[in-house]
């Protein structure tokens, strides 16, 4: 049965669900190999991280695999992303280190495809994670100072 039923998929959604589709079959070892490119090229980021990866390894496949399922309905998926954006910033997460996050991704689709994902498919990779990215980063936003609010003053 397909996992990912897709009745309204946009271009996008349909390139991002059959390279997923040809990795998702050992989402450990994809998130693994995100692990290792994402340390190799930013060290310092290991530190966040606790010593055993690997219930932190399930749960990002855990939650790619919801994103790539829920890729046609984004207002469903709001929620949880936000949700995931506050849990982020209060672990201190930068905005800036989405960046990195994301071009470990890509090299791990890369790695684990066992040759470069094609250049449509890289673009609408690149667009859904600075969509996610983008929304988990603004959730993660401190609300503005109540004082500077009308209401507030009231
Ligand atoms: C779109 C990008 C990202 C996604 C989808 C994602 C996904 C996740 C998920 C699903 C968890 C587990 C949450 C839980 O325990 O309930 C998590 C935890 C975490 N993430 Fe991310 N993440 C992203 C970006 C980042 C970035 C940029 C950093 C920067 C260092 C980061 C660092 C962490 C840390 C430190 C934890 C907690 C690990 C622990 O508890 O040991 N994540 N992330």
Same mark, same amino acid.
């Given at each position: ?63 790619? #695999?919801?994103?790539? *399922?829920? @890729?046609?309905?984004? &207002?469903? $998926? /709001?929620? !949880?992303?936000? %949700?995931? =954006? ?33 250049? #449509?498919?890289?673009? *609408?990779? @690149?667009?859904?994670? &600075?969509? $996610? /990215?983008? !929304?988990?980063? %603004?959730? =993660? ?14």
């Amino acid at each position: 049965m397909d996992p990912y039923p897709t009745p309204s998929e946009t271009p996008d959604i349909a390139l991002i669900r059959q390279s997923f589709r040809a990795v998702a079959g050992d989402p450990e070892a994809l998130a693994a190999s995100f692990y290792r490119h994402l340390f190799a090229a930013e060290p310092a980021l290991r530190g966040h991280f606790a010593a055993d990866l690997a219930p932190q390894q399930s749960k990002l496949a855990a939650m790619l #695999a919801a994103v790539v *399922a829920g @890729l046609h309905d984004w &207002a469903a $998926l /709001a929620p !949880a992303v936000a %949700a995931l =954006g506050r849990r982020h910033a209060a672990l201190g997460v930068e905005p800036a280190q989405y960046a990195p996050v994301g071009r470990a991704l890509l090299a791990a689709l890369d790695e684990r495809a066992g040759r470069p994902l094609d250049p #449509a498919t890289r673009a *609408a990779w @690149l667009r859904a994670y &600075a969509r $996610l /990215a983008d !929304a988990m980063i %603004a959730a =993660g936003k401190p609300a503005e100072d109540p004082v500077e609010s009308p209401v507030a003053r009231a």
